[in-house]
């Protein structure tokens, strides 16, 4: 049977990449050492399969059809679309059809109903942190592609129910094979809209501490707040997908450090996955 | 109010070639979408403010930067009109 082996956030950005070495030695050093430290974590857990969630930056998906949540079914992903990831090492990036599908008919019996993709673009949210956290080899991606860009968004406890539910389709899997999940996105930042640049400490220090806290709590307060602390803060419905698919508890802050220079509120975290 | 066509067009020029082809003859490129007159007038004159009530803001955010405003400017012309 397969097993979850690990789970884990990041945040991503453009300027992550754009501005990377006009950052601060010190303030790019802490990023490069969150990241790393994932990476290691990750490279420790061996996973066979990375379920990576993320949103989708218009790069598959326009108005014309805009699914709530997609899962990557396709043998292979092509890496990402954007001019200025033209570096990032990996133009085809293997998936994992057999178990992707297994996945989506697992979570359909339990009335969760994702579009699903035989071949998506991966755009920087997805490979932004895969490629800053310096990993030797790149697992197999699944990718499960969440939408927090375009309204209706789907909602926050939907997306923690996302997280359990993808967590016991996992563990049914009938092969071995080892499966990590790795979130994107958040914590604040503001794209595109008149409030853009600014990053919300509190907002993002509170986030963090309420995901030690009950999930009541977690939602409640970002259903309250997500609204008025920039719509790139929306993505943290990525985190709530991990933090269900580690059981909505052992959360860990690896780092968080508010980044005006690329305009996010870049936050790192790990699970520790239950027995 | 979300302009579809307009959405369209920003979606499209995230191409590199086709915000080459922008830039080089934006009317040419223009013509193509069923774009209002003011909504066309409102690209020409770079209006921020005026198209951001009609788009998403990351497709807003990456049209300006594929037609060469800095962030500085868009922010600017955002909050200011």
Redesign the interface.
């Known amino acids: 049977m397969a097993s979850l082996v690990g789970v884990c956030a990041a945040s991503h950005g453009p300027l992550l990449v754009r501005e990377w070495d006009a950052l601060a030695q010190g303030e790019r050093q802490k990023l490069k050492s969150a990241f790393e430290t994932l990476g290691q974590r990750i490279a420790a857990a061996q996973p066979d399969v990375l379920i990576v969630v993320s949103p989708d930056?218009?790069?598959n998906f326009?108005?014309d059809n805009v699914p709530a949540v997609c899962i990557g079914v396709g043998e292979s992903n092509e890496g990402p679309?954007?001019?200025w990831m033209k570096a990032f090492p990996h133009r085809e990036i293997p998936g994992h059809a057999a178990f992707a599908l297994h996945l989506v008919s697992e979570v359909m019996t339990q009335g969760f109903e994702p579009s699903v993709s035989h071949r998506l673009k991966l755009d920087h949210g997805v490979c932004i942190p895969l490629w800053r956290m310096g990993l030797e080899r790149l697992p197999r991606i699944v990718p499960l592609l969440v939408n927090s860009?375009?309204p209706p968004l789907p909602s926050l406890s939907r997306c923690l129910a996302w997280g359990r539910q993808l967590a016991s389709a996992i563990r049914s899997f009938p092969h071995s094979l080892k499966v990590g999940v790795l979130a994107t996105g958040g914590l604040s930042h503001s794209?595109?809209?008149?409030t853009?640049?600014a990053i919300y400490d509190d907002f993002d220090r509170e986030t963090i501490r309420l995901f030690s806290s009950s999930e009541q709590q977690l939602i409640s307060f970002l259903d309250k707040n997500l609204p008025t602390h920039g719509?790139g803060s929306q993505e943290v419905r990525n985190w709530l997908v991990a933090h269900g698919a580690a059981g909505a508890r052992g959360f860990e802050l690896v780092d968080y450090l508010p980044v005006p220079k690329v305009i996010v509120g870049c936050g790192f975290a790990s699970w520790t996955i239950p027995a | 109010m979300t302009d579809y066509w307009l959405s369209k067009m920003f979606f499209d020029l995230q191409s590199p070639a086709a915000a080459a082809e922008y830039r080089a003859d934006r009317e040419k490129v223009l013509a193509r979408y069923d774009l209002e007159p003011e909504v066309k007038q409102a690209i020409l004159a770079n209006d921020v403010f005026f198209l951001s009530k009609r788009t998403n803001p990351y497709l807003l955010r990456y049209f300006f930067f594929a037609v060469g405003m800095k962030d500085d400017e868009f922010v600017h012309r955002l909050r200011d009109g």
């Open positions: 930056h218009w790069s326009f108005l679309p954007e001019p860009i375009e794209i595109g809209e008149p853009m640049g719509n």
